[in-house]
């Protein structure tokens, strides 16, 4: 059962490079933009371009940022190693669906099942944290029965 916690990896990898080749094209076609600005007889209009554009630059910069931090948790996920605890790498099934303690990448679909990636830090995830199959908690007043975890 290891080969789906390996595609789902394999799947918020993806989710993950999409992020970055997205950001870095938002940024190269702002600096681009930036870049091509030319100095008007409208005078400020020039500077207001070229500021907005370096803006827009920044912005991008900063989203670059996140999903390079969500590659480098992700790098630090061996998802062959089996867990018997809710953990980092854990993929628990439960009552209330599938989830792959991971990053936050949403819902993925492996062999025609959902499961849900989520990063440790989300409600549902620290909710479960260090619970073993069979342990039940109450989550936004709702119990949840972990049945399994690899």
Do not use: W
């Not at 991971?102 to 993925?108: D, E, Q, T, V, Y």
């Not at 062999?111 to 039940?136: H, I, N, T």
Request: hydrophobic share 40%; proline share 2%; with cysteine.
């Amino acid at each position: 059962m290891s080969s789906i916690k390996t595609q789902l990896h394999a799947l918020c990898a993806a989710f993950v490079g999409q992020r970055i080749e997205a950001a870095q094209a938002a940024m190269l076609t702002a600096q681009e933009s930036a870049n091509s600005e030319t100095k008007s007889s409208a005078g400020d209009k020039y500077e207001t371009g070229r500021a907005m554009a370096q803006e827009e630059r920044n912005r991008n910069a900063v989203q670059l940022q996140q999903a390079l931090q969500l590659q480098g948790e992700l790098a630090r996920i061996n998802p062959d190693l089996s867990c018997d605890a809710v953990r980092s790498g854990a993929l628990a099934t439960t009552n209330l669906g599938r989830f792959f303690i991971s990053i936050s990448a949403g819902k993925l679909t492996v062999e025609g099942q959902d499961y849900f990636a989520v990063s440790a830090a989300a409600p549902m995830a620290a909710a479960l944290s260090g619970k073993r199959a069979g342990e039940s908690v109450l989550f936004n007043g709702k119990p949840v029965r972990i049945e399994q975890i690899q």
